[in-house]
């Protein structure tokens, strides 16, 4: 298989729809009116040299390559910044051109190392292959005068240098930088002959602003800026398209490979979701998959104290199956479950189901979208009638106003953010509605215009205030409401949101937050124009998690912002599969397309296709599932890859439930803290080693490519086809592909779905069906998928969780850019440089309270647990506000989070924790414990120890 090769064009495409006709070279060209002439020269297939030039950022003028002759006009313009007019005749090969070209040319190369042959970049560097095409063959200019060629190398970024030797000055990495990823990091210091690269203030790489996203890297003409791995390895031979396995957005990647050995991801340009971006974890963050502490061999033990034993695959297949067939025998179908993973394949996932409901006869199957979007699926079905978000994410370069509540997308949705961020510098105004200051508030050429750091817990209290002031002022957009949506409920709930306690004067002191701020960004949001709303964590894991994604989808309706681009109510999914878990029936009570196990029609389609009578009743949840082992009759689980024990909240009861267990068996890359409490340990693969599809935030199905074989010597689909039949459940699928087959042909809003259409046209988005063959990028266009838009009534209910002398502070958490979840992946890469540790953040009043200093070790308490971190002083979280991540399992952060949760799905209540921070000699004892107990695990694996 050779290399996915890409059209670079130049410049990037004009969204006119007007054509105009020039001639190129003798060539009768038409295309959209305000393309360049290189880009018009290109689609003609005439290529005119260039180096400063690409399709990802906006001309730029300055190499001095491309210049062409126009007739009528004089000089010789730069193709990449001129457009096209009606009737132009161009030249881009004349005698006259041939020379001033080979001059400029002469004149880069008289500065640069003549080290071709040794270059890394030897075969893949556009200023080897333009001096080619100008025919340079000699340079009259020597090396006696002033040149860069002693410039010191930067080698501190872990995945890149910077050769600054190399370097030409064509500003793409700088443009790359802003125009791209919008950080700014880069800049042109110095004038003329002195002028460099610089990363912020002169300063290296590792110690700048920049993120690693890689756009530099990607845009660098040379050497300059080069993968650490293509300097290693040499440049790679063949590629493969898939999809990032780490967030929601769903970024395509070309795997590019020598052998079996990936050289290097790059973004690509035809990525529906990315369009050729990326960030530092999908960029590169991919050497997980050979980390030396990944388990390749099924493990064994009798019991949890004592050492894991490599066995072979059907040895540990047949303990699986003969264990849970025992368990059933003595206490019953619905003693064991199982849960699936939103890191595995939608195919994988969807076998995972299919095992449980007919293999093991029962629903007790949930996955860990139940711990994070749960409420998404309830809130937006009930309201909208479709348990998904409403937009592609190209819908934000269309958006006016933006409300981004609980989350935080720069370092969780880090490539959609670079896009949202491009928006704002464009002109769309930025509400932020969070306890912390994340750095959407204010970040290079971007300021929120209202920032709501409201008192964790008070969502609904805030979103019903937004909505009072829009009915009451007179903001509501009668006519959507009247053609669109339920009249009946609308008055209803109208009604109940301009009841004085949902004023801003009455939430305002409740939440924290000034009501002329509530009602400022009301104002701005009912009246701003297309109005878009993201939210993330923060919305959902809260004990109204529920009532506060129905709030966000009555704010949506009431304002009339769905239905078309620019708008929409859009989950920021966490993972890269947690929309595509859910769509595949990993819920208890639902089977794919979110039909009800009870409804006996949809029952019926499945039991006749799978052969095997399936229970109407809907099974346990995950929390029933730990309360059932506490209480005897939940006896096994089945969990692939996911780490339940240090991710899910409130890890003493976790721990209790597991120990209670006769026969737990994990899935995964790696021994993970679950692995601790497993009888079996069944090795799994990564994305790179299969084939599938992910469904990203969007809804957007993306292919996932086999790179390499898998080194566990299964992929995670046949693992469960091996269990299915080891316990009398066959299920026979040749390639995934039949599996998808199976699911478009039970689920509604999959019919049109193929391996085929998605490798004809990239991805779709579901809805995809008869009515839409290629997806559905906007959703509820014409009418909302249950009809009539519901209003809910949202009433804001106090958690349970309450601060007090014991307990004054709210502890929140969330998520790093470099880290990834709970760090099973990133935490074995040299993202690890960036973040070694989870930290307390807390604010400079709060710790002078307590004697803390920034650095300082600090316990954390509450009323489940304690834990030990350093702390960091700042006021990115209010007074009376601790925040942390969870990325780290030696940090435990779940060990003092409470079983609180949503009153609809029994999402858990992470974003709000009573607890008390104090001053502490280091990490606790437990702590040091865990690390020798991780040490110990690894040798009992046989994995190496450092």
Not at 492 to 505: D, I, K, L, R, Y
Not at 766 to 781: D, K, Q
Request: with cysteine; net charge negative.
């Amino acid at each position: 298989m050779p290399l996915v090769l890409e059209t670079d064009y130049g410049t990037p495409a004009s969204a006119s729809t007007e054509a105009v006709g020039l001639t190129i070279d003798g060539t009768r060209v038409t295309v959209p009116a305000g393309t360049s002439i290189m880009r018009a020269a290109m689609a003609a297939g005439i290529q005119v040299p260039k180096l400063c030039a690409t399709d990802s950022v906006d001309a730029f003028g300055s190499c001095r390559l491309c210049l062409v002759e126009i007739a009528g006009r004089a000089g010789t313009p730069a193709s990449c910044t001129t457009p096209v007019a009606a009737g132009m005749v161009v030249s881009t090969q004349t005698e006259r051109l041939k020379q001033v070209r080979k001059g400029v040319m002469e004149l880069y190369i008289s500065d640069h190392p003549l080290d071709c042959l040794t270059c890394a970049a030897n075969g893949d560097c556009e200023l080897q292959d333009m001096a080619g095409a100008v025919g340079l063959r000699e340079v009259r200019y020597g090396y006696a005068g002033e040149n860069h060629l002693a410039e010191a190398k930067d080698e501190s970024n872990p995945y890149f240098t910077f050769d600054p030797a190399k370097c030409i000055v064509c500003s793409r990495c700088v443009r790359a930088c802003e125009e791209v990823q919008g950080t700014f990091a880069l800049t042109i210091q110095g004038r003329g002959f002195e002028s460099k690269v610089s990363a912020g203030m002169a300063e290296r790489f590792i110690e700048s602003e920049c993120v690693s996203c890689g756009a530099c890297v990607q845009a660098c003409p040379t050497a300059t800026l080069m993968e650490k791995t293509v300097i290693e390895t040499g440049l790679p031979e063949h590629s493969v398209v898939t999809t990032c396995a780490y967030c929601g957005v769903g970024c395509n990647f070309k795997a590019e490979m020598r052998g079996e050995e990936v050289v290097r991801m790059v973004p690509a340009k035809d990525g529906k979701a990315n369009h050729g971006h990326s960030c530092v974890k999908g960029r590169f963050a991919w050497g997980y998959a050979n980390h030396r502490e990944r388990i390749l061999k099924p493990m064994m033990r009798e019991r949890i104290d004592q050492p894991w034993r490599e066995v072979s695959w059907d040895e540990a297949i047949g303990r699986v199956a003969s264990e849970f067939k025992r368990l059933q025998q003595t206490h019953g179908v619905r003693s064991i479950g199982g849960i699936t993973s939103s890191r595995c394949t939608n195919e994988e996932t969807y076998l995972v189901q299919k095992l449980v409901r007919g293999g093991f006869g029962n629903n007790n199957i949930d996955t860990c979208a139940r711990v994070c979007h749960s409420p998404t699926g309830y809130g937006l079905k009930a309201t909208f009638g479709a348990s998904a978000g409403t937009q592609d994410f190209d819908s934000v370069e269309q958006a006016d106003v933006v409300i981004v509540i609980g989350a935080n997308p720069t370092d969780a949705h880090p490539v959609f953010a670079s896009r949202l961020k491009k928006r704002l510098r464009q002109g769309a105004r930025l509400i932020v509605i969070d306890p912390r200051r994340i750095d959407l508030v204010r970040t290079p050429h971007v300021e929120a215009a209202h920032h709501l750091a409201l008192r964790p817990g008070t969502n609904a209290a805030i979103l019903n205030a937004l909505a009072h002031t829009i009915v009451t002022e007179g903001l509501v957009n009668e006519a959507f409401i009247r053609e669109r949506c339920d009249l009946s409920a609308f008055a209803h709930w109208a009604a109940f949101v301009s009841e004085p306690q949902n004023s801003p004067e009455a939430v305002g002191p409740v939440a924290g937050v000034s009501p002329d701020e509530i009602r400022g960004a009301a104002r701005l949001f009912a009246t701003g124009g297309n109005g878009a709303i993201y939210y993330g964590l923060g919305v959902t894991e809260h004990s109204q998690g529920s009532t506060a994604v129905m709030a966000i989808a009555n704010l949506a309706m009431v304002t009339g912002n769905i239905g078309r681009p620019g708008v929409g109510v859009n989950p920021l999914r966490g993972q890269n599969n947690v929309q595509g878990s859910c769509d595949m029936g990993s819920f208890p009570h639902e089977f794919s397309g979110y039909r009800h196990v009870s409804d006996d029609g949809v029952r019926a389609t499945f039991e006749e296709l799978w052969g095997r009578p399936l229970d109407a009743e809907p099974g346990l949840r995950i929390v029933n599932m730990f309360d059932a082992a506490l209480d005897g009759s939940f006896k096994g689980l089945y969990v692939q890859g996911e780490d339940i024990l240090q991710s899910d909240p409130n890890t003493h009861h976790v721990v209790a439930a597991l120990a209670a267990m006769e026969c737990v068996v994990v899935q995964d890359l790696f021994l993970n803290e679950t692995s601790s409490y497993a009888h079996v340990f069944l090795p799994g693969a990564t994305f790179l080693e299969k084939d599938g599809t992910f469904t990203n935030a969007e809804r957007r199905i993306n292919r996932v490519r086999r790179v390499m074989a898998p080194r566990n010597g299964m992929a995670d689909w046949e693992v469960t086809l091996a269990i299915g039949k080891a316990m009398g459940f066959e299920m026979s699928y040749g390639h995934p592909a039949e599996v998808m087959d199976e699911i478009a042909r039970l689920t509604p809003s999959f019919a049109g779905v193929s391996y085929d259409l998605l490798d004809r046209v990239g991805s779709v988005q579901w809805p995809c069906n008869a009515a839409a063959p290629v997806g559905t990028p906007v959703m509820h266009a014409e009418a909302f998928q249950r009809g009539k838009g519901n209003f809910m009534i949202t009433e804001y209910v106090p958690t349970d969780e309450k601060v007090g002398p014991r307990f004054p502070l709210l502890l929140t958490t969330g998520r790093i850019l470099t880290q990834y979840n709970v760090g099973a992946q990133t935490r074995r890469t040299a993202n690890i440089v960036w973040h070694e540790e989870d930290v307390l953040e807390i604010h400079p009043h709060d710790a002078e309270e307590r004697g803390v200093r920034d650095g300082d070790w600090v316990r954390l308490d509450s009323r489940t647990g304690a834990t030990t971190l350093r702390a960091r002083v700042t006021d990115r979280v209010a007074p009376g506000v601790v925040y942390t991540t969870f990325h780290h399992p030696v940090t435990q952060a779940n060990v003092v989070t409470t079983d609180y949760s949503d009153w609809a799905t029994n999402c858990p209540e992470y974003k709000v924790t009573a607890v008390q921070v104090a001053p502490s000699n280091g990490p606790s004892d437990w702590q040091r414990e865990y690390g020798e107990h991780a040490r110990r695990n690894l040798r009992i694996a046989g994995a190496p120890v450092e």
